[in-house]
């Protein structure tokens, strides 16, 4: 497929500010001058400096103009789920925990299976969003049936941490079970959390918690990591 020419000059200037050419902070040229400069439509500028902004090289600012910039750094993606923040910290950057929702959810028959729930039972949804240096960078989601906690019903208005609740409830060891990683495009909602443009793809990890030693299913969890803040470690 031919490249189109927004596509060409945001390349372009992507790798002007990688390589220093156009630094950080420096106030990028008007979009009229660019077009003049590569002898297109001001449209396709338009496009490219969107293309550009939504990846990070971008920062534009009401009033003063629109900066050449650098997008943060990509945090290293450890299958191990556990340690979310302490794994953030040991890299320099905050990292703050915000519940969004907490949910009892309509019955969905194949998540209700692997809880071990049945169609009468009730079962909480759970949705954390991680915010790293003051950016929304994953949202952790947690399904916890009430068949399984009996105390749910009125202890999960107060779950700050689903990894705590369990070690509170009497299980201090716990493994992971059927990962599943995938690139996928998030729901409208999680999107809107995460503060993704468009239909950016994200990485999307889901899992089972189980007890040890006899594997019973705690909780289903679904991670949304977003594709430009991590990078898989192998």
Not at 45 to 67: C, D, M, N, V
Not at 69 to 84: D, Q
Not at 108 to 136: H, N, T
Not at 205 to 219: A, F, M, N, R
Request: hydrophobic share 35%.
């Amino acid at each position: 497929m031919k490249e189109k020419p927004w596509e060409s000059i945001a390349e372009k200037l992507m790798q002007d500010i990688r390589s220093g050419k156009l630094p950080p902070g420096e106030k990028m040229p008007s979009q009229n001058q660019l077009a003049g400069h590569f002898g297109v439509p001001r449209t396709h500028i338009r496009k490219a400096y969107e293309q550009l902004e939504e990846l990070g090289y971008l920062s534009s600012h009401q009033g003063k103009g629109t900066f050449a910039a650098l997008p943060p750094p990509m945090i290293p993606l450890a299958m191990e789920l556990s340690g979310f923040a302490k794994k953030i910290a040991q890299q320099g950057l905050s990292c703050e925990n915000r519940v969004v929702q907490r949910k009892w959810i309509n019955y969905k028959p194949q998540l209700f299976q692997i809880l071990g729930a049945s169609p009468q039972d009730k079962v909480l949804k759970i949705s954390r969003l991680r915010v790293v240096d003051g950016v929304p960078a994953a949202l952790h989601t947690s399904y916890l049936s009430a068949a399984r906690f009996p105390q749910l019903e009125t202890e999960g208005e107060g779950i700050q941490s689903v990894s705590q609740y369990l070690r509170a409830q009497g299980y201090e060891h716990c493994q992971v079970s059927q990962r599943c990683l995938a690139m996928m495009v998030p729901t409208k909602k999680e999107r809107k959390l995460l503060e993704l443009p468009g239909c950016c793809p994200a990485l999307i990890l889901t899992s089972k918690t189980l007890s040890s030693p006899d594997g019973e299913v705690l909780e289903v969890l679904r991670i949304v990591y977003r594709g430009d803040r991590f990078v898989l470690q192998l």
